[in-house]
Every structure is written in C-alpha cells, then in structure tokens.
C-alpha cells in the first residue's frame, strides 16, 4: 500500500484544503475554466507493452493486464505524471485523475478489485506532483485536480440480457459500495473536486452522487469540495443511453446541487451544440462542455484537429453558453491549447436564476410551476 505520507495525500491540512476549494471556485466565477483532454488517448501514444502494466510488481497476476490504464498509475506513474504535465503545459487549469475505472466493479475485468484504493491513492499523487511542478514553474499560476469518477461497465437501468429484461448485473447497494470506496480515496488523496463523468446511465450517476453526499455527510464541513457532474448524448436522438433528454437529466440530478453540470463523449463539438444550448438555458449552476475529437473513424481514430475542436467551443464560449471547456476521447494537448486561447478572454457564464417549480422527470421532463 502506498503510504500515507504520500505527497499530496491525505496528511495535507484541512486549511489548505478550503484554500484551494475557495480557489477552485473563484476561478469559475473569473473566466471559463479550461479541463484537460483525453488520457487513454494519450497513453496510446506510448505504445506501452504487458509488461509495461505488470511492472515487476504484477509479474505472475493470474490475468492480462494490459488495457488496464488506471493500473499505470502504479507500475508507470512517470507516463502518468508526463501527461498532466503535458495538459498544464498547454493551459489546462484542471486535470482530471487516471481513475475512470479506478472502482471494485471496474477492475473486477483485471482481478485487481484490492488494488482499488492504492490505484486512487496514487492516481492523485501523480496529478498533485504535475500541478506543483507546474505552479512552482510559473508564478501565480494555480493548478487543479479533478477526481474522476467514470459510469462503470454494469448499469442499473438496464438488462444485459435481452431474454430477461427484468435481470441486472449489479445492485444499488453494490454500485454505492464501489463508488464510496473510491470517493474516500480520492478524498483522502486531496482532489480538489469530484467529477462525475460520462454518464449514459442516470442511476449509476445517482449511486454516485449518494456515495459522495454520504462520505461528506461522515466528514468534517471543510471536507466538502465542488461536485462537477457530466452525461452523455449518445446519438442524435438527444437522449442518454439509458433514455433521458438532456432536460430530464438535469432534472434528475439538480438536488445533488452540483457546482457544474454539462456534457462529455460520444459526439463531437458540433453535434452536442443543440443540447449546450439548451442546458446552459436551464441550469442554475455552471456548465461545461468537454467533447470527443469528431466521431471515431473506421480506424478508430478522431479526425478533428485542434482547430477545429477550437472554433466549436469558442463559438459556445462566444454565445455565453459554458464555463468550463476541454476535450474527450481523441483529444490531445495540441487540442486543449487551441481550445484554451479560443475561450481566453471571454466572458463566462452567468447561470440564470430558476423560477420556483416542481420538477420531476422519467425519460422526460415534467415542470408544475
């Protein structure tokens, strides 16, 4: 196990911890806040071998671990840290921890559901020491590290089978469990937010904001940081994978109170405009928009370049639409510095006050005013 002296771990003050949620804040409410791109995408680049996941440490695991790219953070913590480095250097305020998987049921694929809080523990060390590094290197500048928290490979909504619709893989409980586990790592390794990321089921995510207002409920108050959530449109239907209209997922997850809510995956810049539009319309707190690189090709490659991703998202950043802007899947450091000087200097948004209401939602969104 790593220890709990770790840089960045838990034995920071409490104090320093409020200092940089205060921080985290102020930046949103200063400008638009630029994320991170993709980390799979990037370790890609590094053509890294079994043994490169193995390490000397995992030699003899029962089980292939290649693909497994949250366990680099342990046998390859050097690829990890360069890559948060990289997404500084190029304008990132915020990157997010190589922990998509990084949960009991995810790593249930590799046998390395023990592994789960070690991953995390060191997941936020590899970001922490980028962050550092870059804030020594450049005066005044503050660096930011997302907990991310992915949407799992089992659903709650949803059969696997088709012969058995009534069937699910996991239970809430189980889901919880394997969230609270991982939201107490990434606590106490000292993120300073959680983001809950690429929803396509609405339930799952729900799990997932339960278990993060149940650990902080077991906190002190100064545990508490900022709560970004972001869903999944899966195709031009507008709809989540598990149903949902963008509105009726908002609906479903608002008393979380989230401090941003927005949209990541599956689609490029241009195909999530309609649904941007529409939650920047409607949410009564920030938003953000952080999209794949164009659709995969038929080589599984993204094709749009770093200008391209650029003129969408400054064209949201233009209509006053995000406060927080970067890239998914196919996205590269090129990508996130052409997107950071396409937002640099325009105003952010400005979440509108929501009218008293009753709002429920199934697939659809109901509003009783």
Same mark, same amino acid.
């Given at each position: 196990?790593?220890?709990?002296?770790?840089?960045?771990?838990?034995?920071?003050?409490?104090?320093?911890?409020?200092?940089?949620?205060?921080?985290?804040?102020?930046?949103?409410?200063?400008?638009?806040?630029?994320?991170?791109?993709?980390?799979?995408?990037?370790?890609?680049?590094?053509?890294?071998?079994?043994?490169?996941?193995?390490?000397?440490?995992?030699?003899?695991?029962?089980?292939?671990?290649?693909?497994?790219?949250? %366990?680099? @953070?342990?046998?390859?913590?050097?690829?990890?840290?360069?890559?948060?480095?990289?997404?500084?250097?190029?304008?990132?305020?915020?990157?997010?921890?190589?922990?998509?998987s990084s949960t009991a049921i995810g790593m249930a694929d590799y046998r390395c559901e023990p592994l789960v809080r070690e991953i995390n523990l060191a997941a936020v060390a590899c970001a922490r020491r980028a962050a550092a590094a870059t804030e020594a290197a450049t005066?005044?500048?503050? @660096?930011?590290?997302?907990?991310?928290?992915?949407? %799992?490979?089992?659903?709650?909504?949803?059969?696997?089978?088709?012969?058995?619709?009534?069937?699910?893989?996991?239970?809430?409980?189980?889901? &919880?469990?394997?969230?609270?586990?991982?939201?107490?790592?990434?606590?106490?390794?000292?993120?300073?937010?959680?983001? &809950?990321?690429?929803?396509?089921?609405?339930?799952?995510?729900?799990?997932?904001?339960?278990?993060?207002?149940?650990?902080?409920?077991?906190?002190?108050?100064?545990?508490?940081?900022?709560?970004?959530?972001?869903?999944?449109?899966?195709?031009?239907?507008?709809?989540?994978?598990? *149903?949902?209209?963008?509105?009726?997922?908002?609906?479903?997850?608002?008393?979380?109170?989230?401090?941003?809510?927005?949209?990541?995956?599956?689609?490029?810049?241009?195909?999530?405009?309609?649904?941007?539009?529409?939650?920047?319309?409607?949410?009564?707190?920030?938003?953000?928009?952080?999209?794949?690189?164009?659709?995969?090709?038929?080589?599984?490659?993204?094709?749009?370049?770093?200008?391209?991703?650029?003129?969408?998202? *400054?064209?949201?950043?233009?209509?006053?639409?995000?406060?927080?802007?970067?890239?998914? @899947?196919?996205?590269?450091?090129?990508?996130?510095?052409?997107?950071?000087?396409?937002?640099? *200097?325009?105003?952010?948004?400005?979440?509108?006050?929501?009218?008293?209401?009753?709002?429920?939602?199934?697939?659809?969104?109901?509003?009783?005013?």
């Amino acid at each position: 196990m790593l220890p709990s002296a770790l840089p960045g771990s838990a034995s920071r003050a409490p104090a320093a911890d409020a200092e940089r949620a205060d921080a985290f804040r102020r930046l949103f409410a200063a400008r638009i806040a630029v994320l991170d791109g993709a980390m799979g995408s990037m370790i890609q680049t590094y053509k890294l071998a079994e043994a490169d996941f193995r390490g000397s440490r995992f030699a003899d695991h029962p089980h292939d671990l290649k693909g497994n790219n949250d %366990l680099l @953070c342990l046998t390859r913590p050097d690829v990890i840290e360069e890559i948060h480095r990289a997404y500084f250097a190029a304008g990132a305020d915020i990157v997010e921890t190589n922990t998509f998987s990084s949960t009991a049921i995810g790593m249930a694929d590799y046998r390395c559901e023990p592994l789960v809080r070690e991953i995390n523990l060191a997941a936020v060390a590899c970001a922490r020491r980028a962050a550092a590094a870059t804030e020594a290197a450049t005066s005044g500048r503050r @660096c930011f590290v997302a907990g991310a928290i992915g949407p %799992l490979n089992r659903t709650l909504s949803m059969s696997p089978d088709v012969n058995r619709p009534d069937f699910r893989a996991v239970t809430w409980e189980q889901v &919880v469990q394997a969230y609270t586990e991982q939201i107490e790592a990434l606590l106490d390794g000292g993120v300073d937010a959680l983001l &809950v990321e690429t929803i396509f089921d609405t339930l799952n995510a729900k799990a997932a904001l339960f278990a993060i207002e149940s650990v902080f409920d077991q906190r002190a108050a100064e545990a508490r940081v900022p709560v970004l959530v972001s869903v999944t449109i899966t195709d031009a239907s507008g709809r989540t994978l598990s *149903g949902q209209t963008i509105r009726a997922f908002y609906h479903s997850i608002t008393h979380a109170r989230p401090f941003c809510v927005g949209i990541n995956c599956a689609l490029g810049g241009a195909a999530m405009r309609p649904y941007v539009e529409e939650l920047s319309q409607i949410a009564a707190c920030y938003t953000s928009c952080y999209p794949n690189a164009g659709l995969p090709n038929a080589f599984g490659a993204y094709d749009e370049t770093p200008e391209d991703m650029a003129t969408v998202l *400054g064209e949201f950043a233009a209509q006053g639409w995000v406060n927080l802007v970067g890239g998914c @899947c196919g996205s590269t450091p090129a990508h996130i510095a052409a997107i950071a000087q396409a937002v640099r *200097g325009r105003a952010p948004r400005m979440p509108p006050q929501a009218a008293r209401a009753l709002r429920l939602s199934g697939l659809e969104p109901l509003a009783i005013a």
